[in-house]
């Protein structure tokens, strides 16, 4: 059986379409049909249900891929070797948002650049954007919150980051020892807002974590936007108002008592970063180094 078929149905398996598997192979999409429809008639039976949005595999193409693909990806690590041996170069391509990125990520990479690689950082505007970029091959390696379905992406949980209701001092002497333990969220009223965006992601999430309520709109609206948590930190330092941050981001500030947290709830509200690559791609020798840094650097963050 003709390998190239294999290699492109794989991707298509793994893609659950033609069109991006025609742009990861750096094929068209007819001649990706044309060689789907050659294997299905070397084999007799149909591998996929051509659906509106893409396609599914049938029983036969589930088979054949679970038999394939293993070899396949084999066959690519002994070529990735054989390059590395020769001294090949390599640029990795990383997509999250600019925080994660510029203070865990790239940072947690940079020894690759002392064994011959390069690294290419990109910020998409949002988690949707960022995974679509990672499926049509745009992007290596993503660091998200969300957490995508589908054969497409291989996924591995990377660490959990604490989320704490910040201010100025001035603010946080306003609000009082003890006020909001005994008022709730109303003890914030009229505190300005500081957010990344005007629907108050990270405000909301915490009201509801913390307070099992939604935050007041008449109360709480953002006064200042900002699509990067660094401004959004350094706002509240200036006392801007009040924001909702990653300890790790924040921790310094803390320490040095230029912002204070208003609350320290007993079970603080906790998000998920994961690491996401296209499934089979950790074949890649670089790639799966780099996976395998930011996994361990994971641990002490």
């Known amino acids: 059986m003709d390998l190239a078929l294999l290699r492109t149905f794989v991707a298509v398996h793994r893609a659950g379409s033609f069109t991006r598997a025609a742009a990861l192979l750096g ?5 990706v049909t044309s060689q789907i429809r050659t294997l299905e008639r070397q084999l007799g039976r149909p591998l996929f249900h051509r659906r509106a949005r893409g396609v599914t595999p049938t029983a036969v193409g589930d088979e054949l891929a679970h038999k394939a ?27 999250g948002p600019p925080e994660f990125l510029g203070l865990r990520v790239l940072p947690a990479l940079a020894p690759l650049v002392g064994q011959g690689h390069t690294l290419r950082a990109t910020v998409e505007a949002g988690a949707e954007a960022t995974l679509d970029g990672l499926a049509a091959g745009h992007h290596d ?20 980051e604490e989320h704490v209701l910040v201010a100025a001092p001035y603010w946080a ?8 333990s005994a008022e709730g969220p109303a003890a914030l009223d009229g505190i300005p807002v500081v957010e990344v965006h005007e ?9 509801a974590a913390v307070f099992d309520a939604p935050p007041a709109a008449r109360s709480l609206a953002a006064t200042v936007v900002a699509p990067d948590l660094r401004a959004v930190l350094e706002c509240v330092g200036a006392g801007a108002g009040l924001a909702v941050l990653p300890r ?23 998000r998920t970063w994961f690491l996401v690559v296209r499934t089979g ?13 930011l996994v361990d ?5």
């Not at 094929?27 to 001649?31: E, F, K, N, R, T």
């Not at 379905?149 to 990377?158: E, I």
């Open 27 to 31: 094929l068209s999409q007819p001649a």
């Open 69 to 95: 693909a293993p070899h396949l990806d084999a066959l690519l690590r002994i070529t990735e070797a054989e390059r590395e041996a020769a001294g090949a170069s390599r640029t990795l391509h990383v997509a």
């Open 173 to 180: 002497a306003l609000v009082g020892t003890g006020r909001l």
């Open 141 to 160: 390696l993503v660091a998200t919150t969300a957490h995508p379905r589908g054969g497409l992406f291989t996924v591995t949980a990377l660490c959990d």
């Open 297 to 301: 650097a994971a641990v002490h963050w």
């Open 248 to 270: 790790y981001l924040c921790r310094e500030a803390l320490d040095s008592g230029r912002i204070v947290a208003l609350a320290e709830p007993s079970v603080p509200p906790l």
């Open 281 to 293: 791609s950790l074949a890649l020798a670089h790639l799966a180094r780099a996976h395998d840094m």
């Open 199 to 207: 629907s108050l992601p990270l405000v909301t999430r915490y009201w």
